[in-house]
């Protein structure tokens, strides 16, 4: 188990070892700016060393912080204990649940306390991402590449159906596409930030929209937590766009993409473009990435618009 705590000006940070990992020091610099969630992860696990023996390790850190720390503090974090105590801390509170999640889970880092409450270092936006079981995989990793680049904050939510579809469709895995985001919630952590309405994010997108979550939006039913924070994105009337590729289209599908539109959701069919003469399948996948963002209010480039000259 991990405990730390702060008392001005030293950081403690103490580490018991058994069938646990132990974070040593002296595993390289990691920029804490750059440095994804997944990345810091594989950075302590390549560090962690196994014991069987159970002990405390103290660990009384002054000074700069050490570099297999200074990966998990988040600037804004660390400015903001700095200007409240006119001193610079080892480690900064908020960051303990990345520390905690890494050493338990070092292949799935959810790292709570990245950005967490600031809403993204670059445009001050935050937007949730859905990607639930259905075919169009692609359509999702488009969206995440382009709010990455536009410096948007994501919070990401993986359905288990979404994970065998992304084994079929995609080159990379699971962890790729989590390495596009800020914060990676688990679909079964109906206790997580975004599943109240309380928590600041500015919409959220369903990509794709499995036929299932559809009905669940639809409906209110609020058995995980993508569709929890569908929902709450709904009644704190927030954008929700959800993104159907399966076609063609049942009878109960239409029902519901009516159910959806009526309680306030963006019903989008997958289905790009061609007046801008698309040259490959990245264009396509823009297309409909464009229109997306277009709902969700975030300013973008990525594809041509009717009529606009560049």
């Not at 030293?10 to 990691?30: A, K, M, S």
């Not at 409240?84 to 520390?99: E, K, M, Q, Y």
């Not at 292949?107 to 859905?130: F, H, L």
């Not at 800020?182 to 309405?197: M, N, P, Q, R």
Request: with cysteine; hydrophobic share 40%.
């Amino acid at each position: 188990m991990v405990d730390a705590g702060l008392e001005f000006p030293h950081v403690y940070l103490v580490v018991t070892i058994g069938h646990q990992r132990q974070v040593p020091q002296g595993l390289g610099e990691v920029p804490p700016t750059t440095a994804s969630a997944v990345q810091r992860a594989r950075l302590v696990e390549r560090g962690c060393q196994q014991d069987h023996a159970t002990q405390e390790v103290p660990f009384h850190p002054t000074g700069d912080t050490p570099g297999v720390l200074e990966g998990f503090v988040t600037v804004p974090v660390r400015a903001g204990v700095e200007q409240g105590h006119a001193t610079r801390p080892g480690v900064g509170i908020d960051h303990l649940s990345s520390i905690r999640a890494a050493l338990r889970y070092p292949d799935v880092v959810r790292s709570e306390a990245s950005n967490a409450g600031t809403g993204g270092p670059a445009t001050g936006r935050r937007i949730v991402v859905g990607v639930s079981g259905g075919s169009g995989i692609v359509y999702a990793r488009d969206l995440l590449r382009t709010l990455r680049a536009a410096g948007v904050a994501i919070d990401l939510v993986v359905s288990a159906g979404a994970k065998h579809v992304i084994a079929a469709e995609l080159d990379g895995s699971l962890h790729d596409l989590e390495a596009l985001a800020d914060v990676v919630h688990k679909d079964t952590d109906l206790g997580a930030s975004i599943a109240s309405g309380s928590h600041r994010f500015d919409g959220m997108a369903i990509v794709p929209c499995s036929a299932g979550t559809l009905a669940k939006v639809a409906q209110g039913f609020t058995d995980t937590l993508l569709t929890r924070a569908a929902h709450v994105t709904l009644k704190e009337r927030r954008p929700l766009v959800v993104v159907v590729r399966e076609a063609p289209y049942s009878r109960p599908m239409l029902v519901n993409m009516l159910a959806a539109n009526d309680a306030g959701a963006v019903v989008m069919p997958a289905s790009p473009g061609f007046y801008h003469r698309p040259q490959d399948i990245e264009d396509l996948l823009g297309s409909v990435t464009g229109r997306v963002l277009d709902h969700l209010g975030v300013p973008h480039a990525r594809t041509p618009r009717w009529k606009e000259e560049a």
